[in-house]
């Protein structure tokens, strides 16, 4: 039998501190998350305290379902709530990389348990839960555990779906070796023409970051908000090990601008994730500024005892294509990684008049934009 819920050890019986099958305190799902790393589960950044903490930007529940007989963690996920512009006073709630590598048992009780949080709560008006699970056999029966619990396939993902995966459990040479020889080029070119490459740690870069990320947004098309760069900065100073931002800068180095690339990368437990990423095209020599940055990354990840390298998603595009990110899927597939499906986008939303409310003002809205 399966509870959605902590067990008190000492009784053996449920404490009254465990009936809710959610928690809101972030002091014990720190507790939680040691207890999980003990236990060798693989841990997304996003997922652990400490970005929590840090870098998050809402108030979260956290799922917890063990097995009632041992006591053991079966599976467990943090939830933003993120109040919705919308429909004021109400909210969403989102899980993000959920599923990697937990028991499937555990996994279904958590999906169950959301979906009692939403029918319950009328201010909450849906649950979205972005699968990530490389493994297609798990993937699939995760989906069919939320497909038979009323969920429906999300009709615009936030997440991507596909990725390129880059073994590193090989040497840091043989590694390397298995890259395209242009993307081999392309990694040494920096150094041959003056330019370093190295980590950014001092917040004085933030401003320079910021810069480059809304040329490379103009440049792409893209309609992302802009991270708070001086947090994660502090925050990879803080936790070296975890999360690391690595910039290309032009031989005019320590000048602010001579920062024209940077890329940023996760720590997951036994896999790293490519992340943000901005330049600029307004240089003096033709140099290519982001296959090096990426390839350290690598290194970093390896060293950390990571085995795999998810590149961050890819689309079916290639550069020239209408796919405005078609360029930037061409740049990952020259790490000659393995391409994966590793995910699927499942919402949990009762249809009230509250969320038809909400949706309508959410379509008014688009529609403006777009205008």
Not at 104 to 117: F, H, P
Not at 286 to 304: G, I
Request: hydrophobic share 35%.
């Amino acid at each position: 039998m399966l509870v959605p819920l902590t067990l008190s050890r000492e009784t053996g019986r449920r404490s009254a501190e465990a009936m809710q099958p959610f928690f809101d305190e972030l002091a014990r799902w720190d507790a939680l998350e040691q207890e999980l790393v003990r236990e060798g589960l693989p841990l997304p950044l996003e997922h652990r305290s400490s970005w929590i903490r840090d870098i998050g930007d809402s108030e979260y529940r956290f799922f917890v379902a063990r097995d009632e007989g041992s006591g053991s963690i079966l599976a467990a996920v943090p939830v933003r709530q993120q109040v919705t512009r919308a429909l004021p006073g109400h909210y969403h709630a989102g899980a993000s990389r959920f599923g990697y590598r937990q028991d499937l048992r555990g996994l279904r009780t958590i999906l169950g348990s959301l979906r009692e949080w939403v029918s319950s709560d009328p201010r909450l008006l849906g649950a979205n839960i972005e699968l990530f699970e490389p493994d297609e056999e798990r993937r699939g029966q995760i989906d069919a555990a939320a497909l038979s619990l009323g969920y429906e396939r999300a009709s615009e993902p936030h997440r991507y779906t596909r990725t390129m995966r880059v073994d590193l459990g090989p040497s840091e040479k043989d590694v390397l070796g298995s890259f395209g020889a242009s993307c081999r080029r392309f990694i040494r070119d920096p150094a041959k023409k003056g330019y370093r490459i190295e980590p950014i740690t001092e917040t004085r870069w933030a401003g320079r970051m910021h810069e480059l990320f809304v040329e490379t947004l103009e440049r792409t098309g893209g309609s992302l908000g802009a991270p708070d760069w001086t947090r994660l900065l502090a925050f990879g100073q803080e936790h070296p090990t975890l999360f690391r931002i690595v910039g290309t800068f032009a031989p005019s180095y320590p000048d602010e601008r001579s920062l024209v690339a940077f890329a940023s990368a996760r720590n997951n437990g036994d896999h790293a994730v490519y992340t943000d990423s901005a330049s600029t095209r307004r240089l003096v020599t033709t140099v290519a500024v982001h296959y090096a940055p990426m390839w350290a990354l690598m290194a970093w990840a390896k060293e950390q005892g990571c085995t795999w390298f998810d590149l961050g998603g890819i689309t079916h595009g290639t550069q020239g294509s209408a796919d405005p990110v078609g360029g930037i899927s061409d740049f990952k597939r020259r790490f000659n990684g393995e391409e994966v499906q590793v995910g699927q986008e499942w919402v949990y939303a009762p249809r009230t008049m509250r969320s038809r409310i909400a949706d309508g003002v959410r379509a008014a809205a688009t529609l403006v934009r777009r205008r």
